[in-house]
Antibody, heavy 117, light 111 residues
Framework: QVHLVQSGAEVRKPGASVKVSCTAS????????IHWVRQAPGQGLEWMGM????????IYAQKFQGRVTITRDTSTSTVYMELTSLRSEDTAVYYC??????????WGQGTLVTVAS | QSALTQPASVSGSPGQSTTISCAGT?????????VSWYQQHPGMAPKLIIY???NRPPGISYRFSGSKSGNTASLTISGLQSEDEADYYC???????????FGGGTKLTVL
C-alpha cells in the first residue's frame, strides 16, 4: 500500500535552513505530484508548493517564493522541501501529501520544525 | 493566494446535522469541481472525507456529504457523533496560481 515517510523533527536557529524529506513507496513515484503543506501550532493548513516527480516541474505559493525549494530524487523515490532564512513564524508541522487530481488521500506523518534561538 | 473563508467554529448535539461553509471566488471554488474536505483530529494528519465537491472516498461514512452553490462549497455532517468532533478544512484548486488553497479551518464541537 501507499506510504509517505518523512524525516524526523528538526530544531534550527533563526536565519538557518532546514531540509525535510518525504520517501514514497507502494506506487510508481513519477506518476503523482507531491505537495507540501504546513501547520503552525494551533493554526490551519497552509499550502506551500508542489513538484511533479517526473518533470521536475515545481510550483510554489507566492508567500514562500524565494525561500522554499522542492526537489526530488527518483532513485530513492524521495522528495525534499528546503526552507531558508527561517524565522520563529516558520515553527510548524510540515506534511508531504500525494496528489490525486487536486485532493490528498495519502499524507506523510508530519515533521515538526522548531525555530528558536 | 487568499485562504478560503470558513466559520471558525460550529457545534451541534448528537444526532443532529450541521453544515460548514467554504467561501471562495470564481477562480477557485466557483470555477472548478476540485473542492475537497479534510477532517483532522488533534495530533493527526488530515484525512480526506470529500473530493470533487461531493464524492466520498472508500470507507468514509455516508453521514458526510458535500455540495456547492456558486462560489461557496458546503460540508454537511448528519447524525452527529462524538467522534466527529474535529477540525475541518476545505480545499480547492485555484487558477490564480495554478495551485491549491485551503480554508482557515472550522472546529466542530459535538455538545
Amino acid at each position: 500500500q501507499v506510504h509517505l515517510v518523512q524525516s524526523g523533527a528538526e530544531v534550527r536557529k533563526p536565519g538557518a535552513s532546514v531540509k525535510v524529506s518525504c520517501t514514497a513507496s507502494g506506487y510508481t513515484f513519477t506518476t503523482y505530484y507531491i505537495h507540501w503543506v504546513r501547520q503552525a501550532p494551533g493554526q490551519g493548513l497552509e499550502w506551500m508548493g508542489m513538484i511533479n516527480p517526473s518533470g521536475p516541474r515545481t510550483i510554489y505559493a507566492q508567500k514562500f517564493q524565494g525561500r522554499v525549494t522542492i526537489t526530488r530524487d527518483t532513485s530513492t523515490s524521495t522528495v525534499y522541501m528546503e526552507l531558508t532564512s527561517l524565522r520563529s513564524e516558520d515553527t510548524a508541522v510540515y506534511y508531504c501529501a500525494r496528489d490525486s487530481s487536486g485532493w490528498f488521500v495519502f499524507w506523510g506523518q508530519g515533521t515538526l520544525v522548531t525555530v528558536a534561538s | 493566494q487568499s485562504a478560503l473563508t470558513q466559520p471558525a467554529s460550529v457545534s451541534g448535539s448528537p444526532g443532529q446535522s450541521t453544515t460548514i461553509s467554504c467561501a471562495g471566488t470564481s477562480s477557485d471554488v466557483g470555477g472548478y469541481k476540485y473542492v475537497s474536505w479534510y477532517q483532522q483530529h488533534p495530533g493527526m494528519a488530515p484525512k480526506l472525507i470529500i473530493y470533487d465537491v461531493n464524492n466520498r472516498p472508500p470507507g468514509i461514512s455516508y453521514r458526510f456529504s458535500g455540495s456547492k452553490s456558486g462560489n461557496t462549497a458546503s460540508l454537511t455532517i448528519s447524525g452527529l457523533q462524538s467522534e466527529d468532533e474535529a477540525d475541518y478544512y476545505c480545499s480547492s484548486y485555484t487558477s490564480s496560481s495554478a495551485s491549491v488553497v485551503f480554508g482557515g479551518g472550522t472546529k466542530l464541537t459535538v455538545l
